[in-house]
C-alpha cells in the first residue's frame, strides 16, 4: 500500500524538495509537487504524467493555494503526505533587516505553511489519516547564528505551531513531525534560496564573518546527503509510532544535543530565581 500514498511537495524545483520528489517518483508514489515557477519544475522533472502533477502555486495566495490542493484531488483521488518544504534563507541582523525583508521572510517560511495546512487538513480529517512534515532547520532549535535572527525566528515558528498541529490532528488518526535539517549539499547556500539585507553595517563584525563563511566555506562542502535526507523522510511516513521532532544530519543532532545540554544547565543554575515567584 506503501507505494500508493499521494505525496504533496512545496518548494520542489530545487534542493531537499526536488531529491524527496525525484525519490518518490522512482519508487512508485504518485507526487503534487509546487513551484512557484512551473517552468523550472517542468524543466527539472518530466512533465506531467499519471504519477506526477507539476503545480505553480503562490504559497501566500489561498486561493492559489486552494486550487493546487483541489487538482491533486482531483487527479489522484486524495492526499497522504503533505511536506511543507517551501521556504528561503534570509540573511542580516535584526538591525540590519527592514520590516518589509523580515515580514517576507516570514510570508513564505511560515504563513505559507500555514495556508497549505488549512486548506489540507479538511481532507486529512475526512479520511482519518495523513501525515504533515513541515521543514524546519537546526536553526529553529537554536538561534545563536548572528546575523541570522529573522530566518531561525521564522523556523522557531515552525517547530513551535507543529507541536501544537501534532495535538491537535492526533485524534482523526493525522501525525505531524518537524524536521531539522543540518547543513545538506544543496543549493541552499546560493542565489534565489539565500537573501543578503539591502542594507550591511560593516559595525556588525561576526556576523559579516558568518555570511562569508556560509557563502563561501560551508557552500558545496556541507555534510549531508540529499537523497539520504529522502530516504529517512519516506522511512519515517511509514513509521506506526513517529516522532514529532526529527533532527536530520550528525552535525544537527550534536548541534541539538549542545542546545538541549546549554538549555538545560541555564534553567537549573537559576532555579532559585525561577521558583520565587510562587505564593
Known amino acids: 500500500m506503501s507505494t500508493k500514498k499521494v505525496w504533496f511537495v512545496t518548494g520542489a524545483s530545487k534542493g531537499l524538495g526536488l531529491t ?44 492559489s493555494v486552494s486550487e493546487a490542493i483541489s487538482k491533486t484531488v482531483e487527479k489522484f483521488g486524495r492526499i497522504d503526505v503533505v511536506v511543507n518544504n517551501a521556504g528561503y534563507g534570509q540573511l542580516g541582523t535584526l538591525e540590519e533587516l527592514t520590516d518589509e525583508e523580515s515580514r517576507q521572510n516570514f510570508d513564505t517560511n511560515v504563513f505559507g505553511s500555514l495556508n497549505i495546512i488549512r486548506k489540507t487538513m479538511p481532507y486529512l480529517r475526512e479520511q482519518k489519516s495523513g501525515f504533515i512534515i513541515n521543514i524546519a532547520s537546526i536553526g529553529g532549535l537554536t538561534g545563536e547564528f548572528a546575523g541570522w535572527g529573522i530566518y531561525c525566528a521564522t523556523k522557531f515558528a515552525v517547530v513551535g505551531f507543529t507541536e501544537a498541529l501534532a495535538a491537535e490532528v492526533k485524534e482523526f488518526g493525522v501525525n505531524a513531525t518537524v ?31 558568518l555570511q562569508a563563511a556560509h557563502e563561501k566555506d560551508i557552500n558545496g562542502n556541507q555534510p549531508g546527503s540529499p537523497e539520504k535526507a529522502a530516504v529517512a523522510m519516506i522511512e519515517l511516513t511509514e513509521m506506526q509510532t513517529p516522532p ?14 549542545n542546545k538541549l545540554n546549554a538549555l538545560q544547565n541555564e534553567i537549573s543554575d537559576f532555579k532559585t530565581l525561577s521558583t520565587s515567584t510562587d505564593y
Do not use: C, M, W
Open 20 to 63: 524527496l520528489v525525484k525519490k518518490l517518483l522512482a519508487e512508485g508514489y504518485s507526487v503534487a509537487a509546487t513551484s512557484r515557477n512551473i517552468a523550472e519544475l517542468q524543466k527539472v522533472i518530466n512533465g506531467e504524467n499519471s504519477t506526477f502533477l507539476p503545480l505553480e502555486v503562490d504559497l501566500v495566495n489561498e486561493n
Open 179 to 209: 524536521v531539522y535539517p543540518g547543513y545538506f549539499r544543496t543549493d541552499f547556500l546560493t542565489g534565489g534560496s539565500l537573501r543578503t539585507p539591502k542594507t550591511e553595517l560593516e559595525e556588525y563584525t561576526v556576523a559579516r564573518q
Open 244 to 257: 514529532v521532532h526529527l533532527v536530520l544530519g550528525s552535525d544537527a543532532f550534536n548541534i541539538a544535543g
